[in-house]
């Protein structure tokens, strides 16, 4: 795994993801950085290795791979232990529905490539700002509901699985623009559970090469 090749940028939600899979796993990759703010996703010399121009992207031997959720299941699949799924079919089905509010529903509305159409729009920062605030916290609003529903520290219990791997990114994320995370607090336990783990811990922003 380690002629692996993660292109991927510190603060990108969705690389974020795939880095904590990859701890989890014990694996490694040779991480290669697209500045988004400089615009390099952009650059035909990126856009010739990923022509969606998006981070995450995976190289593994003749396997080339976007979207970061494919990438984290393949992973499970090729490295099964430890499972980033529960066991049983509703827990996994559980597990997803999290996942996939914090990847589907929250994160595409508050991407780079939304935010600097606002901007062409002539959206200025206040409105953008809580324009990200507000769709951050209907997708929280929704996973707190589903979480007051389970047994913590994490998601669906005691070990990470892949609900956490994508909620924890964008708890970051929701700091970043500024939401008021009091009333989340089955979120906040989660985000707490995992900053003790060094997987979610050395994935942070914060810790990778490129942050800035
Ligand atoms: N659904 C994709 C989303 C990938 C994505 O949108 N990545 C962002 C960073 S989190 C990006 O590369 N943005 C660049 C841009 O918007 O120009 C995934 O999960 O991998």
Known sequence: MSDAVLYGYFRSTAAYRVRIALNLKGLSADHRFVHLRKGEQTQESYRKINPAGLVPYWIDGDLQL???LAIIEYLDETHPQPPLLPPDAKGRAVAREIALVAVSDIHPIGNLRVLNRLIEMGVDE??????SRHWIETGFDAIEARLSQLPGPFCLGETPTLA??????QVFNARRFGVD????RRILGVDAAAAKLDAFASAAPANQPDAE
């Open 126 to 131: 206040a409105t953008r700002a809580a324009w």
């Open 164 to 169: 956490d791997i994508c909620l924890v990114p």
């Open 181 to 184: 995370l009091a009333p989340y």
């Open 66 to 68: 976007a979207q970061s």
